[in-house]
């Protein structure tokens, strides 16, 4: 399956570079629907990378009340909140909190689509990864023959 994630995370950087070209937006950053791809049989877990990234970006919204975040170290911040929440809910192990690479690459999924829900906004950045994970999905069963199932 790792195998199957590295593509789907390649096809996924083609995606959303098709994506900013064409049409000026990012697919929900630059990983996310080609991780989500591979996780999306598991819609609690799809589910949950969307309810951190969401939290994140409240937690976010909280603290740039009492400090400047913006640029970078917004980035920073989401990448940082948004894993130390994933991080968080996988140690409490409640059956639903493990993707496809969540003990290492999946933890800075929530935080990275955090930030891009903060500049293009959340249902605008929910509907273009759910649409870019679906289209990366039909291409992996189409690459693989079918070896990766709808």
């Known amino acids: 399956m790792e195998g199957i994630l590295y593509l789907s995370i390649a096809i996924g950087l083609l995606i959303n570079l098709l994506s900013v070209d064409l049409f000026g937006v990012l697919l929900g950053g630059f990983v996310v629907p080609g991780y989500l791809a591979v996780g999306i049989t598991k819609p609690l877990y799809v589910g949950q990378v969307f309810v951190l990234a969401i939290v994140t970006v409240l937690i976010v919204k909280a603290l740039s009340n009492i400090m400047i975040i913006y640029g970078r170290k917004m980035l920073v911040m989401s990448v940082l909140i948004g894993y130390l929440l994933n991080w ?8 639903f909190g493990r993707g496809p690479g969540t003990e290492y690459f999946g933890m800075i999924i929530p935080g990275l689509m955090a930030y891009w829900m903060q500049r293009q906004g959340v249902i605008i950045t929910f509907a273009l990864s759910v649409i870019g994970a679906i289209i990366i999905r039909l291409i992996l069963v189409v690459i693989t023959g079918g070896a990766v199932a709808l």
């Open 88 to 95: 968080m809910l996988y140690s409490l192990d409640l059956g």
